[in-house]
C-alpha cells in the first residue's frame, strides 16, 4: 500500500517561497507513475480544500485561488510531487496535504505558517 509523507513547511515571512514534497513511499515506481496526485490544504474550522492536481503525465489543474502562486510539479523516477508556493500570503497558512486520486490515501500533512 501506498505511504505519503509530506515535508518541507515552516514559518515563512509574507512574499517568501516554499516548496512542499509528497515522497509516496512502499509504492512501485511504475504504479506510482500512474497516479493522479493532489495537493490540499485545510485550517482550523473549515474543510480540507483542493488545491491542485498533477496526473502521470504532469499536466496540472488549480483551483481558482491559486491565481498564478501557485506550482505543482512532479518527479516520476524519485516518487515525488511537489508543491512550490510563491510569493507567500497570510492566508496560506494551513496544513497541507497529499492524496492520491480517488483514494482515502493522505498523507500526515506538513504546517505552513506564514505571520500576518
Known amino acids: 500500500q501506498v505511504q505519503l509523507v509530506e515535508s518541507g513547511g515552516g514559518l515563512v515571512q509574507p512574499g517568501g517561497s516554499l516548496r512542499l514534497a509528497c515522497l509516496a513511499r512502499?509504492?512501485?515506481?511504475?504504479?506510482?507513475?500512474?497516479?493522479?496526485i493532489g495537493w490540499y490544504r485545510q485550517t482550523p474550522g473549515n474543510e480540507r480544500e483542493l488545491v491542485g492536481t498533477v496526473t502521470p503525465r504532469g499536466s496540472t489543474k488549480y483551483a481558482e485561488f491559486v491565481n498564478g502562486r501557485f506550482t505543482i510539479s512532479r518527479d516520476n523516477a524519485n516518487k515525488k510531487v511537489y508543491l512550490r508556493i510563491s510569493p507567500l500570503k497570510p492566508e496560506d497558512t494551513a496544513v497541507y496535504y497529499c492524496n492520491v486520486d480517488g483514494t482515502d490515501f493522505w498523507g500526515q500533512g506538513t504546517q505552513v505558517t506564514v505571520p500576518g
Open positions: 512502499r509504492a512501485i515506481t511504475s504504479v506510482f507513475n500512474t497516479y493522479t
